[in-house]
C-alpha cells in the first residue's frame, strides 16, 4: 500500500456502496430498493481510487514500469 491515501479513500467508497445497497435492501419496507446506479457510480469511483496513485508519490515511489 504505497499510496495509502487514495487506498483508504478508495476503500471507503467501496464501504459506501456497499453499505447504501445492503441498508436498502434490508431496512424492513419491500417497497424500498437499492438505487443501483448510486451503487454502481460508488463502486467505481472506489476502484479507481484503490487503482490511483497519490500526488505526492513519483512512479519510481511506487514501482511504475517505464514502457
Known amino acids: 500500500m504505497k499510496s495509502w491515501k487514495t487506498t483508504v479513500a478508495?476503500?471507503?467508497?467501496?464501504?459506501?456502496?456497499i453499505a447504501s445497497?445492503?441498508?436498502?435492501?434490508l431496512?424492513?419496507?419491500p417497497a424500498?430498493?437499492?438505487?443501483?446506479?448510486?451503487?454502481?457510480?460508488l463502486l467505481a469511483s472506489g476502484l479507481g481510487?484503490?487503482?490511483?496513485r497519490d500526488n505526492d508519490?513519483?512512479?519510481e515511489q511506487?514501482?511504475?514500469q517505464r514502457k
Open 10 to 17: 478508495g476503500i471507503a467508497g467501496v464501504i459506501a456502496a
Open 21 to 25: 445497497a445492503v441498508q436498502a435492501q
Open 27 to 29: 431496512d424492513g419496507n
Open 32 to 41: 424500498t430498493v437499492p438505487d443501483w446506479g448510486v451503487v454502481i457510480a
Open 49 to 52: 481510487l484503490l487503482l490511483a
Open 57 to 59: 508519490k513519483t512512479s
Open 62 to 64: 511506487v514501482g511504475a
